[in-house]
């Protein structure tokens, strides 16, 4: 079944089906609104926009963690026919510019600061100062034009949340209405860019139609309903965040409980004070929250379901997940951003074997197929090749990148994701690796997942990323960079003794580091193509080797 609404639509739905059930609650911040109020709230959101003058299509970026003027802004933008860009929270200024640049982005709402970034300086050092409304006039940024501070308060330069909102009493209902009626479900509503793990960002252009059939058939997955109530503490910049999280609450009239920042700490004091039936994170996060010296004083009865995706999942983690949390439906969801973002998903009925050893089943209104990545013919079941997909969950294509998007989207409409992967008669993908994470170690094809999902299964080892580093004689050797429980002194040649015997020798890691933290993007994919770079510099120096 698709959904053929807006998301305006959808929520206006749920506003009147669910008035009084709670839409979202900041536990932290005090915040709590019904799904009428929120709608009202993402109306006067809406209506400031047009005030501002933004049209149906232009592009608006926001640059924040996961505030309440965020998650209100992703609902107004979309309501009066506008397109989010969501703005990694780490960036800096060359990556900033880029994207605003490259997006032609109108008007940006940021937040104050982020870590130990000046979100005001960097933005001002771009295009030079501005006035008190936040009128910006750039010749490095010539699209640019206002500036939106997202917190209470004033900030240099920036138009002020609070005389945003107040630009909306000048529309009417009746002329946001009228815009609403404008809109169309394949209107490009949300661009997202890719989060570099390979290299350059490209803006992914999804729509209405692309997000809210992927939130609902996501919903479905995880069997969420108006009865559940989802922390989301993974960022609303990312699909997992606004389409995985908010969006996916939103078609079925659940409670969002997001978390602004990621503290492991205050996601399980919220799930046990607001209750919380579902909870979604990266494989990082769930181990983050695992490992609290404190993990055992929390009350997290009443979890039952969530997502666990953004990066491969480790099958030991899992397992903990859902024996030490609770999430016994908990689900594995696999995807990409052009993707809108989930391709295929296990059930929360699916046996415990198929929920750890494998990313499940398309969804229902998706098409999947495995291919040879040299000849593009379908293989068999079992059979190693590249996943692709088609359906309605293909992005519209990549902004003003007309050759990346025939080279990701082929003309039958097939999306190639560049993931290694089999699938079973019954239709259960696996995932075996990247294309170009493939190590080749003379003439010997190796896939880093293997070998990494064997190594958790060593107690002392809490995470671990498996590379291939340049090699005169072999082309490739594998090298494991490993995170070790606190405390624990395990060494490399203890790492590769209990290697020997249970895996190929070729396969055995030739360098061992031992890393406190891998290199990664803030919506918690690790990097692979840094951590190389480091590995490569940790073996020609000839230290960070154990």
Not at 43 to 64: N, Y
Not at 154 to 161: H, I, K, P, Q, R
Not at 470 to 493: M, N, R, S
Not at 509 to 538: C, H, N
Request: charged share 25%; glycine share 8%; aromatic share 8%.
């Amino acid at each position: 079944m698709y959904l053929n609404q807006t998301i305006g639509e959808l929520l206006k739905e749920k506003a009147e089906k669910w008035p009084e059930r709670e839409a979202v609650v900041y536990s932290k911040e005090g915040i709590r609104h019904t799904y009428e109020e929120f709608y009202q709230l993402t109306g006067q959101v809406a209506k400031s926009l047009m005030a501002m003058g933004v049209q149906k299509g232009e592009h608006i970026a926001a640059w924040s963690t996961n505030r309440f003027e965020w998650l209100l802004l992703q609902f107004g933008s979309a309501r009066m026919g506008a397109v989010l860009v969501t703005v990694n929270t780490n960036y800096q200024k060359s990556e900033l510019e880029y994207l605003l640049k490259q997006s032609d982005t109108t008007t940006l709402f940021m937040m104050d600061q982020f870590r130990d970034s000046s979100y005001v300086e960097i933005i001002h050092s771009i295009i030079g100062q501005t006035g008190n409304d936040g009128k910006v006039s750039s010749e490095v940024l010539p699209v640019l034009n206002q500036l939106v501070y997202m917190e209470e308060g004033e900030a240099d330069g920036l138009l002020s949340w609070d005389k945003f909102l107040a630009l909306g009493e000048s529309v009417t209902e009746e002329e946001l209405a009228a815009r609403e009626n404008e809109l169309d479900v394949h209107d490009v509503i949300n661009m997202q860019y890719t989060s570099g793990t390979t290299g350059f960002p490209k803006g992914v252009m999804l729509t209405h139609y692309n997000i809210v059939n992927n939130g609902y058939q996501v919903a479905n997955a995880m069997s969420l309903s108006h009865e559940d109530r989802l922390c989301i503490p993974v960022p609303f910049f990312h699909c997992f965040g606004c389409v995985l999280g908010t969006l996916a609450c939103v078609s079925v009239g659940a409670t969002m409980v997001p978390i602004v920042q990621f503290d492991p700490e205050l996601v399980l004091q919220t799930v046990e004070k607001e209750k919380c039936t579902g909870l979604h994170g990266v494989p990082t996060m769930f181990i983050a929250e695992l490992n609290l010296e404190t993990f055992d004083d929390y009350d997290l009865s009443t979890l039952r379901t969530g997502i666990m995706a953004g990066s491969p999942c480790p099958i030991e983690v899992m397992k903990k997940v859902i024996n030490l949390m609770g999430m016994e439906e908990i689900t594995i969801a696999y995807g990409q951003t052009e993707s809108s973002p989930v391709i295929t998903q296990t059930r929360t009925d699916d046996p415990i074997e198929r929920r750890v050893e494998t990313v499940g089943k398309r969804h229902p209104v998706a098409e999947v197929k495995i291919v040879d990545p040299v000849t593009n013919d379908e293989v068999a079941p079992e059979v190693q090749g590249e996943l692709c997909t088609r359906g309605y969950l293909v992005m519209k294509g990549y902004y003003n990148m007309p050759e990346a998007t025939a080279k990701a989207i082929d003309s039958d409409g097939w999306l190639h994701t560049g993931d290694l992967a089999t699938m079973d008669d019954e239709g259960y993908v696996k995932i075996t690796g990247r294309l170009k994470d493939m190590i080749i170690r003379g003439g010997e094809n190796i896939y880093p997942r293997e070998i990494e999902e064997f190594l958790y299964t060593n107690p002392s080892i809490v995470d671990v990323q498996v590379i291939g580093i340049p090699d005169e004689k072999y082309g490739e050797k594998v090298a494991a960079c490993v995170q070790v429980q606190e405390g624990d002194g395990i060494t490399a040649d203890e790492i590769r003794s209990y290697c020997e015997g249970k895996i190929a020798r070729y396969k055995i890691p030739e360098y061992i580091f031992i890393v406190d933290e891998y290199p990664m993007t803030a919506s918690g994919k690790i990097q692979k193509y840094k951590l190389r770079e480091l590995a490569q510099q940790w073996k020609e120096e000839s230290t960070g080797i154990v």
